[in-house]
T-cell receptor
Framework: DGGITQSPKYLFRKEGQNVTLSCEQNLNHDAMYWYRQDPGQGLRLIYYSQIVNDFQKGDIAEGYSVSREKKESFPLTVTSAQKNPTAFYLC???????????FGAGTRLSVL | GQSLEQPSEVTAVEGAIVQINCTYQTSGFYGLSWYQQHDGGAPTFLSYNALDGLEETGRFSSFLSRSDSYGYLLLQELQMKDSASYFCAVLGTGGGNKLTFGTGTQLKVEL
C-alpha cells in the first residue's frame, strides 16, 4: 500500500538529548514537509523539501534540523536547542504540481 | 505573511447542516483547502477551492470568496463520525506547495 510511515509513534526525550523522528514515503512524491502541532492548535511548518539534497526552513525551524538524502526519506532531528519540544509531529508529502498534502500518522514527543 | 481565523468550537446535532467559517489575510495564494483531523490522527484532505464559488463533494461542500477574504466548509446530514477538528489552509504562492493552516475548529456532533 502507498503511504507515509512515521516512527516511532511515541518518543521521549531527556534534557540535552537530540532525537530523530523518521518519515518514509512510497508515493513517489517530490515534496515533503514537517509540521508541529500543539494541543488545540493548528499545524505549523518546521521544514520542507522540494527535491533531494535541498530543503528550506519553515516558520518555526529553530531547534530543528533535517536531511533529504533520498527521495523517500525526510528525517527530522529535534535538537537540545529546542527548549519546548513536547508536541505532536506530523510529516507530509505532495507531488510537485499538486495542491494536496498526504500526512503520516504522527509522532508524539514528550520530555522526561 | 498568511493568517487564518476559524471558530474554535462548533456543536450540532446528528442529521443537521453545519457551516465552519474561515477568514484569512494573505499576501497571495493559489487556493483554499480544508482538512479533517480526528483526535490523535493524521489530517486528511477534504476539499480545495482555486476559484470563487462552491465545490461539492458528497456531503461536504466548500466555498471561497476572494473579494471577502472568506471561505467556509459546509457539512450536510451530519453523522457522529464527523466529530473531528477541521482546518482551513491556504496554498501559498511562494513555492514549495506550502500550506499555512488555520487555528482549527472542533466539531462536536450530538445525538
Amino acid at each position: 500500500d502507498g503511504g507515509i510511515t512515521q516512527s516511532p509513534k511515541y518518543l521521549f526525550r531527556k534534557e540535552g538529548q537530540n532525537v530523530t523522528l523518521s518519515c518514509e514515503q512510497n508515493l513517489n512524491h517530490d515534496a515533503m514537509y514537517w509540521y508541529r502541532q500543539d494541543p488545540g492548535q493548528g499545524l505549523r511548518l518546521i521544514y520542507y523539501s522540494q527535491i533531494v539534497n535541498d530543503f528550506q526552513k519553515g516558520d518555526i525551524a529553530e531547534g530543528y534540523s533535517v536531511s533529504r538524502e533520498k527521495k523517500e526519506s525526510f528525517p527530522l532531528t529535534v535538537t537540545s536547542a529546542q527548549k519546548n519540544p513536547t508536541a505532536f509531529y506530523l510529516c507530509a508529502s505532495s507531488p510537485t504540481s499538486g495542491n494536496i498534502q498526504y500526512f503520516g500518522a504522527g509522532t508524539r514527543l514528550s520530555v522526561l | 505573511g498568511q493568517s487564518l481565523e476559524q471558530p474554535s468550537e462548533v456543536t450540532a446535532v446528528e442529521g443537521a447542516i453545519v457551516q465552519i467559517n474561515c477568514t484569512y489575510q494573505t499576501s497571495g495564494f493559489y487556493g483554499l483547502s480544508w482538512y479533517q483531523q480526528h483526535d490523535g490522527g493524521a489530517p486528511t484532505f477534504l476539499s480545495y477551492n482555486a476559484l470563487d464559488g462552491l465545490e461539492e463533494t458528497g456531503r461536504f461542500s466548500s466555498f471561497l470568496s476572494r473579494s471577502d477574504s472568506y471561505g467556509y466548509l459546509l457539512l450536510q446530514e451530519l453523522q457522529m463520525k464527523d466529530s473531528a477538528s477541521y482546518f482551513c489552509a491556504v496554498l501559498g504562492t511562494g513555492g514549495g506547495n506550502k500550506l499555512t493552516f488555520g487555528t482549527g475548529t472542533q466539531l462536536k456532533v450530538e445525538l
